[in-house]
């Protein structure tokens, strides 16, 4: 029988992944036809990881692979990380544009309804646009960090950005305050998406930032892994400026029945198993559960401040150190930390986080604010140490810590009595009970969001009879 067709473009990337795949098996639920598409980097990391076997068992999926032709590794700065999307925009034109164009004539694949696309893969909208099929721009960050992004302009005609010199970096300029841009509140320059902190105005990153960001605007529809409540004068704005806006998150957070079997496609191997049994046997909330998500890298001084920080704290603690996470690869600890915690620590390559985390032991997150971890640890009521590095992170830790009252923040250049002292706070102190409660709160309001009558709920209702009526 036909039915909608949504093919659904992935960008690289855990945290694009693992939304977008929510979604797909969301709208798979209503009866649509998936095509979920990743690019060979990705499906290359996944077989290393899962085996030959992982995409087998989606039933009403198919999966698609795009050459990107990509060889860089996908961990590092954000000036890295944009060269990678460049490097996968060039290479994936063509192939999409074929791809979509196989699928329309393929028998036994019903005709293409509409594209869902990573908002970093702007170039779908192009090939969408040349083919006449509609298409929505998936946004996987913040809508606080997006609005940051839509702004550029007005950032650059009042003289914010481009820096005059290097020397802003560190003078204190990054902390002047911002308060001109809609919808955000209590906004500092440092905290707008990084890629304004630069002195090249025709620098890559400046260029691609402001390019897939206005390029959205485009777009049949704009959809949010976010919810009313959360970011409530932001979408205000972003209503105001997109033809629609769907907030459906957290995604994590629906209930979904369907004939799949769980959908997940991780990059990384989780070389440990034992680490859910060990969590068993900690006291509720005790445990600080440390992951810097899965693309940035930290340099070994970083990490030996961490890794004092953690062991001076006296808590019990996981973290997850990823193979690339440190840079050069030299991820050393520090001599004398394994002695001094061993008995109170369990160190890892990979977990699997959203268990993780809502396990009842966890009573803190150390975390880089990406959007998801954000919102994992939002869905599971854990109160967040905040040490953002790039993009919409920044924007993510300040309205963690001054908008909803779920976090504290590590400087920048992080120093392990910094380290311990908030850990204490988090874990010990009255503000610590304060983030706490708060975090509970916005649990419950995220799961209100999702349930039939929620706002995040009544969306997906609303995206998926628009995507019928296309069809129709
Ligand atoms: N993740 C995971 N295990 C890990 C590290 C990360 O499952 O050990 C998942 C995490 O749950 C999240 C995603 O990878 O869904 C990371 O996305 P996020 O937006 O937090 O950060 P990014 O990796 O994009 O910087």
Not at 45 to 69: C, M, N, T
Not at 134 to 159: E, H, K, N, W
Not at 328 to 352: E, M, N, Q, V
């Amino acid at each position: 029988m036909e039915r909608p067709h949504v093919v659904m473009l992935s960008a690289p990337g855990q945290g694009h992944i693992n939304p977008m795949l929510k979604l797909a098996d969301i709208l798979h639920s209503k009866g649509f036809f998936i095509t979920f598409v990743t690019t060979d980097h990705t499906h290359q990391k996944v077989l290393a990881s899962q085996g030959p076997d992982a995409l087998q068992g989606f039933v009403g999926f198919r999966f698609e692979i795009i050459p990107d032709g990509v060889s860089l590794p996908s961990s590092g700065s954000q000036e890295h990380v944009v060269k990678w999307c460049l490097v996968t925009y060039e290479n994936c034109v063509a192939p999409f544009k074929d791809l979509l164009m196989r699928l329309n004539n393929s028998t036994g694949v019903p005709k293409i309804t509409c594209v869902v696309y990573n908002w970093l893969m702007t170039f779908a909208l192009h090939v969408a646009e040349e083919l006449r099929i509609p298409a929505f721009v998936f946004m996987t960050m913040s809508a606080c960090g997006f609005i940051g992004s839509l702004y550029l302009d007005d950032l650059i005609q009042r003289g914010y950005t481009p820096l005059k010199d290097e020397s802003q970096l560190t003078n204190g300029y990054l902390d002047t305050p911002v308060d001109f841009l809609p919808g955000l509140k209590d906004i500092r320059l440092r905290d707008l998406p990084s890629f304004i902190r630069t002195v090249d105005a025709d620098g890559l990153i400046f260029k691609f930032g402001k390019v897939a960001s206005e390029k959205c605007l485009e777009a049949k529809g704009l959809i949010l892994n976010t919810f009313d409540l959360l970011e409530t004068d932001v979408l205000n704005v972003l209503n105001s400026m997109f033809q629609k806006v769907y907030t459906i998150g957290p995604l994590l957070s629906h209930i979904v029945t369907g004939p799949t079997k769980s959908l997940c496609l991780n990059l990384w191997k989780e070389e440990d198993h034992g680490y859910m049994e060990w969590l068993d046997q900690q006291r509720p909330s005790s445990v600080i559960y440390v992951n810097f998500g899965s693309l940035i890298t930290i340099t070994t001084e970083e990490l030996i401040e961490f890794a004092w920080g953690l062991a001076n704290s006296n808590h019990p603690f996981l973290w997850v150190i990823r193979p690339d996470l440190v840079e050069g690869h030299c991820d050393i600890l520090p001599k004398g930390f394994i002695d001094k915690t061993k008995d109170r620590s369990y160190l890892l390559s990979w977990c699997a986080q959203e268990e993780v985390i809502s396990h009842n032991s966890i009573g803190g997150f150390l975390t880089h604010c990406g959007w998801n971890s954000t919102l994992e640890s939002v869905n599971s009521g854990v109160p967040m140490i905040c040490w953002p590095r790039f993009d919409d992170q920044c924007t993510n830790a300040r309205y963690i810590c001054k908008q909803w009252g779920t976090g504290i923040e590590i400087d920048e250049d992080v120093q392990r009595e910094q380290v311990t002292g908030k850990l204490k706070e988090l874990m010990e102190g009255d503000k610590g009970k304060e983030m706490r409660k708060n975090v509970i709160h916005w649990k419950q309001r995220a799961k209100s969001a999702t349930i039939q009558g929620g706002s995040s709920y009544e969306n997906i209702v609303r995206l998926t009879m628009d995507i019928t009526r296309i069809f129709s």
